[in-house]
C-alpha cells in the first residue's frame, strides 16, 4: 500500500455540490475528517490516503470531486 495525496479544487459557486456528492455516492471518505479552504475563501479539499496505486486513491472519491482533483503519492518522514 502507498500513501497518497487527494487535492480537490472547485469553483466558490461549487462548494455545495462538492459537499454533497458524497451523499450520492458510497465514498469511504465521507463522514472523514478533510482539510479545507472553503471558509477561508481558497475552495480547495485534501485527503492522506492509503491506496494500491493512484487510481484506486482517486476511486475514493465521488464523481464529482475526482473529475477536480489531482493524486500526489507522498511518504512521511522526520524533518531533522
Request: glycine share 10%.
Amino acid at each position: 500500500m502507498g500513501l497518497f495525496l487527494l487535492h480537490h479544487r472547485h469553483a466558490p459557486e461549487e462548494c455545495g455540490a462538492a459537499y454533497a456528492s458524497f451523499k450520492g455516492g458510497s465514498s469511504p471518505l465521507r463522514h472523514q475528517a478533510a482539510l479545507a479552504s472553503c471558509g477561508e475563501g481558497g475552495h480547495a479539499m485534501w485527503w492522506t490516503v492509503e491506496a494500491a496505486h493512484e487510481t484506486e486513491a482517486l476511486g475514493l472519491l465521488p464523481y464529482f470531486v475526482v473529475e477536480r482533483s489531482t493524486v500526489t503519492k507522498v511518504a512521511r518522514i522526520e524533518i531533522p
